[in-house]
C-alpha cells in the first residue's frame, strides 16, 4: 500500500461546477527534466446543494482491489472484496509523465514555439475552481530546439488540444501513475511505472451522454460538502470534456470528471452524463495519493 501524500492547505471553495456526468446521471526526443514528483492539489470544497440524491455512500465488497506492487492482477480481499477480473495491461510505460504547474497569472499556449506564433489557448491561474492550473508535458516531446518552450496538452475544447508553452512560465515535476479506463469492460486501472496498483469496476456514460475517449489528465481535485452524496467523498475534474453536452450545472462546459457515488449498485453499467464513477474506497485511495497532471486514457 502506498503511502499518501498529504492534501495542501488551505481548502478553497469552488465558485462554478461544470464536471458533466455529476448530480443527477443516476437516472439518466528526450524528455525535458524534471523535477521531484508533483504534489497532490490543494482540495476545492464543492458549492452546497450539489448532492441531489439520497444515499448511504457506502462501498460494496467485490468492487475493487489494490495489488502488491509486483504488477500481477491484484490478490482477494485488498480493499474487503474478491479480485476484479479485468485484464493486466502488458504495454503500460514505465516512465514517469513530466507536468507543469503555471507560475504566472496568465499562462498563453501557441500554435509554434514563438512568441509571434497565434496562440492557441490564454488560460488563466487558478482555474476557476482556484485550483492552481496545470498541463502535460506531450509524452516523447524534447521541446524546442533552444530548450525554452515545452509542446503541452491543453485543458480545453476541443479535447487533444495542445500548443506551445514557455519554459520559464512553469515548474516541472513529475507523476509515476496512469489511470487506464476501458469503458467496454467497465474497468479503471491505476498503474504506478508500469506495474498495476488498482483494478476497479466503474459506471460511465449513457448512449446519449457518453463518456468521451482520448487521453486526457487530472485537472483539479474537488472535496464535496456532503461524501456520502452523488459525488462521493472526492471529485476530480479532468482536461476533457463531454463532445455532446455544451454546459452542466449552470456552466458553460461540461468537464468530464471521475467521482465517488452514492450509488454503488450502478457500477458496470451505463449511467451518467459522461463522468467515471467509482467506488468510494478507490476515489479516496486515488484522491490521496495520486497528484495532478497524471494521464488518463479511456478507451
Known sequence: MRSPRPLLSPLTVAAVLALAGCGGGSSGSAAPTVAPTAP??????????????????APTAGSTTVAG?????????????????????????????VVGTATVPKLTARAEPDDGAEAVASLANPIPSGTPLVVQVVPGSSGS????????QLPVEPNGTTGWVRKSEVQLSSTP??????????????????????????AVGTGDTPTPVGDFYLLELLKPPNPKGDYGPYAFGLSGFSEVLDGFAGADTAVIG??????????????????????????????????????????
Not at 40 to 57: N, R
Not at 75 to 87: L, R, S
Not at 145 to 152: M, N
Not at 263 to 268: T, Y
Open 177 to 202: 501513475y496512469r489511470i487506464y479506463v476501458d469503458r467496454a469492460s467497465y474497468s479503471l486501472q491505476v498503474y504506478d511505472q508500469g506495474e498495476l496498483w488498482i483494478d476497479a469496476t466503474i
Open 40 to 57: 497532490t492539489a490543494s482540495v476545492v470544497i464543492l458549492p452546497p446543494g450539489s448532492d441531489s440524491a439520497p444515499g448511504a455512500g
Open 145 to 152: 530546439a533552444d530548450g525554452e518552450w515545452l509542446e503541452v
Open 69 to 97: 506492487g509486483d504488477g500481477a492482477a491484484p490478490g482477494p480481499g485488498a480493499t474487503g472484496g474478491p479480485a476484479v477480473a479485468h485484464p493486466v495491461l502488458t504495454d503500460v510505460p514505465a516512465s514517469v509523465t
Open 258 to 299: 471521475i467521482h465517488g457515488t452514492n450509488d454503488p449498485s450502478a457500477l458496470g453499467t451505463d449511467v451518467s452524463h459522461g463522468c467515471i464513477r467509482v467506488d468510494n474506497s478507490v476515489i479516496t485511495e486515488i484522491a490521496t495519493t495520486v497528484p495532478l497532471g497524471t494521464p488518463v486514457r479511456i478507451t
